[in-house]
């Protein structure tokens, strides 16, 4: 593992058992090369953990890897106690874990309340022959209440494809909460989003952990909304863990600014 200046790699201390997601030593391998280099964190439940560094520092890989969609080649990923980490990724999901993807995967051909619906309704396992005929109304209901919350419930008629990328995003967050989770992995809620469209994207991202017991992880390169949402920050620099602390605490961290150097942080 290399760090600036001879470094020190990061833990964020807490419990493993209680925590919403627990990350333990966790590397991915490629040949001999680290590409996640023995990363311990601890989410707990009602926090809003974001997750930094500088451009190939591994965070893709590391969501990869507590997703499911990559098997790491040591160490272990916990869901609320509960180790996952042979577990495929919809045994996950169903476990509470959800992730959302920088390309976007909504019907553009159906409305924003159908895309969510059909969600809820996939969540429930319902045939959805049935959904069509005979609208189920908890599951419409169910996708009012998440139309609310994402703050989209004026635009449940308009046609997903006809959304501005703002509205699309926070669609992608409603289909996300329609699977129930517990931890929530963000991929750049932000990236492609118009600098008037940030702010009302950032309350929702910033509401979703809100007295709901939900955990989010988020990587995210505006770091104007990073110390605006995050509880923690989590620092990765060649794929180990620099620092996770607190925003102020990590801004002001040497090792995290030398990580930066010639980047914008
Ligand atoms: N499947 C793969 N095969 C080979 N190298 C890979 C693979 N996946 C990732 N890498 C390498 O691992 C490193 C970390 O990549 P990763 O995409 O996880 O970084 P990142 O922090 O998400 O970067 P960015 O901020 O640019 O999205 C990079 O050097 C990348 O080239």
Redesign the pocket.
């Known amino acids: 593992m290399t760090t600036p200046a001879g470094g020190r790699a990061a833990t964020a201390p807490t419990g493993t058992l209680t925590a919403a997601l627990a990350v333990e030593g966790l590397s991915w391998r ?1 040949g001999a090369v680290p ?1 996640v280099d023995d990363v311990t964190l601890h989410l707990e439940p009602d926090e809003f953990m974001a997750l930094i ?10 969501f990869n890897l507590i997703s499911g969609l990559r098997r790491p080649s040591a160490g272990r990923i916990r869901l609320g106690g509960e180790d996952v980490t042979a577990l495929a990724p919809y045994r996950r999901a169903r476990l509470g874990l959800g992730r959302t993807f920088q390309t976007s995967a909504v019907f553009g051909s159906l409305t924003v309340s159908e895309n969510v619906a059909l969600a809820v309704q996939a969540r429930r396992g319902g045939a959805m022959r049935a959904w069509r005929k005979r609208a189920d109304l908890s599951v419409v209901a169910r996708a009012e209440e998440i139309l609310q919350e994402v703050r989209l419930e004026a635009r449940a008629a308009a046609l997903a494809g006809s959304l501005a990328h703002g509205e699309k995003r926070k669609l992608e967050i409603a289909l996300l909460l329609a699977g129930e989770p517990r931890v929530l992995l963000l991929d750049e809620p932000m990236a492609g989003v118009s600098a008037e469209e940030v702010p009302a994207l950032v309350a929702v991202v910033r509401g979703l952990t809100a007295g709901t017991g939900r955990s989010v992880l988020m ?1 995210e ?1 505006h770091m104007d909304v990073v110390l605006d949402v995050a509880d923690r920050v989590a620092v ?1 620099h060649h ?1 180990a863990l620099l620092a996770c602390d607190t925003p102020a605490a990590v801004m002001a961290d040497p090792f995290v600014q030398e990580a930066y150097l010639g980047e914008e942080l």
């Not at 560094?53 to 590391?62: M, V």
């Open positions: 490629i590409i560094g500088p451009n190939g520092a591994g965070k893709t890989s590391l990587v390169h990765l794929g």
